[in-house]
């Protein structure tokens, strides 16, 4: 049977990120502290180019929604991560084929042929009696009947089942006189078992229930050369059904079907990350699968939150929640306020919730309602690195020219105080003239920045704000409201809590 990606949709419906674009907006927006997490767990599964290739297709993205909605079974879920562990089991059985004897090796590969035989024969069977919505497992179940019954597979059981049985059913003697190992054929009558007339010859001695102790011993180089010696003349003595199992191996050698093998590992790209926010669920904070649009201008979020922070946190008291609303015309979202006030963590937010459901994952929030972009781009300042000849201003030109030559009209840009190394009113010029330009890609934007003029830059724009605590502006809130921004507002009632406004200055010096 033909090879085919089913939790994927088609192969070709994502767009690889090249490194250095992945590696910059991964840690702008800090998802490469969620990827590490994730994929760093299991490297076996290659899972790190998967979350680095953004969907291009809103079908793309339900398709992969719904299996998500699927695995909101659980005992679906259970029994996919059975079947996943049935399957790395099968391959530790497979990595023995180190072993020094080659009679041990074909013994294992046998061993992870029944593991892979038994996993998929009951994968098979509670798909066959689930309720799915979810055209991937609905393909999934289909193809699993049809390769279930193909002679390829009742071949591989009906050729396991013998060989395991001829295996199993071989006895042989081994006797032991001093350094010399002699193996030959058990007799056809079976050799007496004198444990229980052993036992009870010494039951009268017994002066109490007895006390039972279990060890293990671990197989050393040495009792696996030994093991192998005495199987490998096992091997002489049975050569009839040794070399069944030669002929076994070499025409199975390739039993892992490419499309098994293929979903074994796209799983985990839902299962790990369903795992990643457990804890987060488990603290009461909301994940959700939005609502994807091509062509929609209207953008929602309610109850939103930086993942990272709260992975790193594990505190849901710690984590604040925002919620945002955009819709036609608007298309850029001017953020100020106070510093350490939590624009920052807004714009990532924002970014990672957009970057996500691009692929096709749930975000972090009660509901979305969100734009699929082609691509999410970031400016975030960094810190200047001595060897580096250029100043801060002329990187940051650089960087924001070539950020703007990708942008579409389909584009996420995220400004995170462009130009705050220059004067106020350079910084107002050019910060302006990107603005103007975004305008005129009619791009999707967010701009932090201390610049209060921005916010009014025309009807495309709209003011957040991250407010404070009235009643102190020392305490920051975090919460990011839409609203007219008013730095003297801060300034005002700062200067007032220190004595500080022209009033109490004057007073203090008896003008």
Not at 420 to 429: G, P
């Amino acid at each position: 049977m033909h090879f085919q990606s089913i939790l994927f949709d088609r192969p070709d419906a994502g767009r690889r990120l090249d490194d250095a674009a992945a590696a910059e907006l991964l840690a702008d927006l800090r998802l490469d502290h969620v990827v590490r997490s994730i994929a760093d767990e299991r490297d076996e599964y290659d899972l790190r180019p998967l979350f680095l290739t953004p969907l291009g297709s809103v079908d793309s993205v339900n398709y992969r929604q719904d299996v998500f909605r699927d695995l909101e079974d659980p005992a679906l879920a259970a029994h996919i991560r059975a079947f996943s562990k049935d399957l790395r089991i099968m391959r530790e059985h497979l990595a023995h084929g180190d072993l020094s004897s080659r009679y041990r090796k074909l013994r294992w590969f046998a061993g992870a042929v029944g593991v892979y035989c038994y996993a998929v024969t009951e994968l098979t069977n509670v798909l066959a009696t689930t309720d799915l919505r979810s055209q991937a497992f609905k393909g999934l179940r289909e193809y699993l009947a049809a390769y279930v019954k193909s002679a390829e597979f009742t071949t591989l059981i009906a050729d396991t089942d013998k060989i395991t049985g001829e295996v199993a059913a071989i006895t042989y003697r081994v006797h032991i006189s001093g350094e010399q190992v002699q193996v030959a054929k058990a007799g056809d009558r079976p050799e007496a078992d004198y444990a229980a007339e052993i036992g009870a010859l010494f039951a009268r001695f017994r002066a109490g229930p007895a006390t039972e102790y279990t060890f293990s011993i671990s197989a050393s180089a040495a009792m696996t050369e030994l093991e192998g010696a005495v199987l490998d003349t096992v091997a002489q003595v049975y050569p009839h059904v040794f070399a069944g199992l030669e002929k076994y191996a070499d025409r199975h050698a390739g039993y892992l079907d490419a499309t098994i093998a293929a979903f074994d590992r796209e799983i985990h790209f839902y299962l790990e990350y369903l795992a990643y926010v457990a804890d987060l669920r488990a603290q009461g904070l909301a994940m959700c699968l939005p609502v994807v649009s091509a062509d929609s201008r209207a953008i929602a979020g309610h109850d939103a939150f930086d993942l990272a922070l709260a992975h790193r946190l594990h505190d849901s008291a710690a984590i604040v929640t925002n919620d945002f609303l955009v819709d036609d015309p608007e298309r850029i979202l001017v953020i100020t306020g106070p510093n350490q006030g939590g624009k920052t963590t807004f714009a990532r937010m924002f970014g990672q919730m957009h970057f996500l459901a691009s692929l096709g994952l749930p975000v972090p929030g009660r509901d979305a309602r969100l734009p699929l972009t082609d691509h999410v781009l970031t400016h975030f300042q960094r810190q200047e690195k001595v060897e580096n000849q250029r100043s801060e201003l002329e990187i940051g030109l650089q960087h924001v020219h070539k950020l703007l030559e990708r942008a579409t009209a389909g584009s996420l840009i995220i400004l995170n105080e462009v130009f705050s190394s220059t004067s106020l009113d350079d910084a107002v010029f050019l910060n302006r003239a990107v603005l103007a330009r975004v305008s005129d890609l009619d791009a999707l934007c967010v701009c932090v920045t201390f610049l209060d003029e921005l916010s009014t830059l025309n009807e495309k724009t709209v003011s957040m704000v991250s407010t404070v605590d009235p009643d102190d502006p020392d305490v920051r809130t975090y919460k990011v409201v839409r609203r007219p921004a008013n730095g003297l507002a801060y300034a005002a009632a700062i200067a007032a809590k220190y004595r500080l406004s022209y009033d109490s200055v004057k007073r203090r010096i008896g003008a």
